[in-house]
Protein backbone atom coordinates (compact mmCIF):
# COMPACT_ATOMS: atom_id res chain seq x y z
CA UNK A 1 0.00 0.00 0.00
CA UNK A 2 1.06 3.78 -0.35
CA UNK A 3 0.81 5.91 2.50
CA UNK A 4 2.23 8.57 1.44
CA UNK A 5 0.30 12.13 1.78
CA UNK A 6 0.73 14.76 -0.77
CA UNK A 7 0.95 18.42 0.07
CA UNK A 8 -0.94 20.48 -2.22
CA UNK A 9 -1.22 23.91 0.03
CA UNK A 10 0.52 24.84 3.14
CA UNK A 11 -0.75 28.12 5.26
CA UNK A 12 1.69 29.37 8.08
CA UNK A 13 -1.21 29.73 11.32
CA UNK A 14 1.48 30.79 13.79
CA UNK A 15 5.25 32.57 14.07
CA UNK A 16 6.64 32.00 17.57
CA UNK A 17 9.82 32.29 19.28
CA UNK A 18 10.53 28.52 19.46
CA UNK A 19 8.06 27.11 16.84
CA UNK A 20 5.90 27.77 14.29
CA UNK A 21 2.45 25.98 13.29
CA UNK A 22 1.62 24.94 9.82
CA UNK A 23 -1.65 23.98 8.55
CA UNK A 24 -1.23 21.42 5.28
CA UNK A 25 -3.69 20.23 2.87
CA UNK A 26 -3.03 16.94 1.70
CA UNK A 27 -4.05 14.34 -0.65
CA UNK A 28 -4.62 10.90 0.92
CA UNK A 29 -3.65 7.55 -0.97
CA UNK A 30 -7.42 7.14 -1.46
CA UNK A 31 -7.94 10.26 -3.36
CA UNK A 32 -9.30 12.67 -1.11
CA UNK A 33 -8.34 15.27 0.92
CA UNK A 34 -7.79 15.65 4.46
CA UNK A 35 -5.92 18.82 6.74
CA UNK A 36 -2.75 18.40 8.86
CA UNK A 37 -1.15 20.62 11.67
CA UNK A 38 2.16 20.41 12.10
CA UNK A 39 4.13 22.36 14.50
CA UNK A 40 7.77 22.95 13.32
CA UNK A 41 10.73 22.79 15.49
CA UNK A 42 14.23 23.69 14.35
CA UNK A 43 15.25 20.79 16.46
CA UNK A 44 17.26 19.95 19.49
CA UNK A 45 20.01 18.10 21.46
CA UNK A 46 19.99 16.04 24.63
CA UNK A 47 23.06 15.49 26.67
CA UNK A 48 23.72 12.35 28.86
CA UNK A 49 26.06 12.96 31.39
CA UNK A 50 27.53 9.68 32.74
CA UNK A 51 30.19 9.73 35.57
CA UNK A 52 33.05 7.05 36.12
CA UNK A 53 30.54 6.09 39.47
CA UNK A 54 27.81 5.40 36.75
CA UNK A 55 26.07 8.81 38.14
CA UNK A 56 23.99 10.66 35.91
CA UNK A 57 23.80 14.22 36.16
CA UNK A 58 20.22 15.63 35.51
CA UNK A 59 18.46 18.77 35.53
CA UNK A 60 15.23 19.69 37.67
CA UNK A 61 12.69 22.94 36.13
CA UNK A 62 9.77 24.27 35.82
CA UNK A 63 7.74 23.04 32.82
CA UNK A 64 4.54 25.88 31.92
CA UNK A 65 3.26 23.12 29.70
CA UNK A 66 3.13 20.21 32.31
CA UNK A 67 2.37 23.10 35.23
CA UNK A 68 4.76 20.99 37.31
CA UNK A 69 8.09 20.57 37.79
CA UNK A 70 10.20 17.97 35.39
CA UNK A 71 13.47 15.90 35.98
CA UNK A 72 15.05 15.52 32.86
CA UNK A 73 18.94 15.05 31.08
CA UNK A 74 20.36 18.07 29.94
CA UNK A 75 18.79 19.17 26.37
CA UNK A 76 18.27 22.29 24.38
CA UNK A 77 17.08 23.88 20.97
CA UNK A 78 19.68 24.21 17.97
CA UNK A 79 20.10 27.50 16.96
CA UNK A 80 20.05 28.00 13.51
CA UNK A 81 23.02 26.57 11.93
CA UNK A 82 24.13 25.06 14.88
CA UNK A 83 24.84 21.23 14.59
CA UNK A 84 23.49 19.07 16.91
CA UNK A 85 26.93 18.23 18.87
CA UNK A 86 27.66 22.02 19.66
CA UNK A 87 24.11 22.11 20.67
CA UNK A 88 25.23 19.27 23.38
CA UNK A 89 28.01 20.40 24.30
CA UNK A 90 27.04 24.32 24.69
CA UNK A 91 23.29 22.77 26.82
CA UNK A 92 25.69 20.77 29.08
CA UNK A 93 27.75 24.04 30.34
CA UNK A 94 24.88 26.19 30.65
CA UNK A 95 22.47 23.44 32.25
CA UNK A 96 24.72 22.09 34.26
CA UNK A 97 28.29 23.81 34.38
CA UNK A 98 29.87 20.56 33.48
CA UNK A 99 31.99 20.22 30.38
CA UNK A 100 32.72 16.62 28.86
CA UNK A 101 36.14 15.42 27.33
CA UNK A 102 34.11 13.59 25.19
CA UNK A 103 30.68 14.08 23.13
CA UNK A 104 29.48 10.36 21.64
CA UNK A 105 26.29 10.84 19.38
CA UNK A 106 23.71 7.88 20.04
CA UNK A 107 20.68 8.27 18.11
CA UNK A 108 18.14 10.81 16.75
CA UNK A 109 14.51 10.51 17.77
CA UNK A 110 11.55 12.16 16.19
CA UNK A 111 9.62 13.30 19.65
CA UNK A 112 5.95 13.40 18.77
CA UNK A 113 5.65 12.39 14.82
CA UNK A 114 2.14 12.71 14.94
CA UNK A 115 1.96 16.97 14.97
CA UNK A 116 5.25 17.81 14.89
CA UNK A 117 8.81 17.32 13.00
CA UNK A 118 10.83 18.12 15.94
CA UNK A 119 14.45 15.50 15.64
CA UNK A 120 16.01 15.02 19.58
CA UNK A 121 19.60 13.98 18.52
CA UNK A 122 21.37 12.27 21.94
CA UNK A 123 24.68 12.17 23.26
CA UNK A 124 26.36 10.45 26.14
CA UNK A 125 28.52 13.09 27.90
CA UNK A 126 31.89 11.21 29.40
CA UNK A 127 35.02 12.25 31.06
CA UNK A 128 33.38 15.23 32.65
CA UNK A 129 34.49 17.79 34.69
CA UNK A 130 32.50 20.13 37.03
CA UNK A 131 31.94 24.21 37.02
CA UNK A 132 30.02 26.94 36.73
CA UNK A 133 26.59 26.61 35.03
CA UNK A 134 25.53 29.76 33.16
CA UNK A 135 21.90 29.30 32.27
CA UNK A 136 20.13 31.73 30.38
CA UNK A 137 18.17 34.58 32.49
CA UNK A 138 15.10 33.12 31.83
CA UNK A 139 15.45 29.40 33.10
CA UNK A 140 15.53 28.04 36.61
CA UNK A 141 17.47 24.87 37.04
CA UNK A 142 18.82 22.81 39.86
CA UNK A 143 21.50 20.37 38.97
CA UNK A 144 21.26 16.40 40.85
CA UNK A 145 23.10 13.19 40.35
CA UNK A 146 21.49 10.07 40.80
CA UNK A 147 22.67 6.73 40.04
CA UNK A 148 20.98 5.10 37.00
CA UNK A 149 19.13 2.26 38.75
CA UNK A 150 17.43 5.14 40.84
CA UNK A 151 16.62 6.75 37.68
CA UNK A 152 15.10 3.65 36.23
CA UNK A 153 13.15 3.30 39.43
CA UNK A 154 11.78 6.66 39.26
CA UNK A 155 10.79 5.89 35.45
CA UNK A 156 9.08 2.99 36.55
CA UNK A 157 7.14 4.68 39.27
CA UNK A 158 6.07 7.82 36.76
CA UNK A 159 8.22 10.29 38.29
CA UNK A 160 10.15 10.74 35.31
CA UNK A 161 7.56 11.20 32.38
CA UNK A 162 9.96 13.51 29.95
CA UNK A 163 10.22 11.03 26.78
CA UNK A 164 13.93 11.95 25.88
CA UNK A 165 15.32 11.79 29.63
CA UNK A 166 13.72 8.34 29.41
CA UNK A 167 15.12 7.18 26.67
CA UNK A 168 18.27 8.40 28.08
CA UNK A 169 18.16 6.95 31.19
CA UNK A 170 17.47 3.67 29.19
CA UNK A 171 20.50 4.48 27.03
CA UNK A 172 22.56 5.06 30.11
CA UNK A 173 21.81 1.86 31.77
CA UNK A 174 22.83 0.04 28.34
CA UNK A 175 26.07 2.35 28.14
CA UNK A 176 26.93 1.49 31.91
CA UNK A 177 26.59 -2.27 31.99
CA UNK A 178 28.72 -2.51 28.80
CA UNK A 179 25.81 -3.52 26.36
CA UNK A 180 26.49 -0.29 24.72
CA UNK A 181 30.12 0.28 23.75
CA UNK A 182 30.50 4.15 23.00
CA UNK A 183 34.74 4.01 24.10
CA UNK A 184 35.39 3.43 19.95
CA UNK A 185 32.65 5.71 18.53
Do not use: W
Not at 14 to 27: E, K, P, Q
Not at 41 to 46: E, T, Y
Not at 120 to 132: C, P, Q, S, V
Request: hydrophobic share 35%; glycine share 8%; with cysteine.
Amino acid sequence: MNYYEKTIDEKNIYRGNIINVDMLTVTLPNGKTATRDIVRHPGAAAVIPINENGEIYMVRQFRKPLDAVSLEIPAGKLDKGEEPAVCAGRELKEETGLTAEKLTYLISVHSTPGFSDEVLHLFAATGLKEGDSCADEDEFITTEKYHVDELLRMVMEGKITDAKSIIGIFLADRIISGKIDIRHK
